[in-house]
């Protein structure tokens, strides 16, 4: 919700706060569950970038900013571990789909 409204992703002690518990709980709490909090905004992440390129109106460098990302090379990294490929390429496999 906060990428869609133009905020950054909340920091793991903004969430736990939110949730109000100490941060040290929240974590384990994630960690019992399987997962981790990188793991989540990583997924998180991901799933907006996807959203946004599919959009197809905003250049790469625009979503990374959207994003947080320091710049679009950094974007572009992270988007190859998630997805396994770059982000044009992602999105034009994605149009041919259609």
């Known amino acids: 919700a906060a990428v869609r409204q133009g ?5 793991l002690e903004e969430v736990a706060a939110t949730l109000e518990r100490p941060a040290s709980t929240f974590r384990r ?3 019992r569950g399987g997962t981790s909090f ?14 946004l390129l599919l959009r197809g ?4 460098e ?4 959207r994003l947080g990302f320091s ?11 998630w997805c396994g490929t ?3 390429r992602w999105s034009a496999d994605q149009a041919s789909v259609d």
Do not use: G, N
């Open 7 to 11: 905020r950054p992703i909340p920091a």
């Open 29 to 31: 709490q994630l960690e």
């Open 38 to 51: 990188r793991k989540l905004r990583d997924a998180s992440l991901a799933a907006q970038a996807q959203r």
């Open 57 to 60: 109106d905003l250049p790469v």
């Open 62 to 65: 625009q979503i990374a900013s």
């Open 71 to 81: 710049d679009a090379s950094t974007f572009r990294r992270a988007f190859r571990k």
């Open 86 to 88: 770059a982000p044009t």
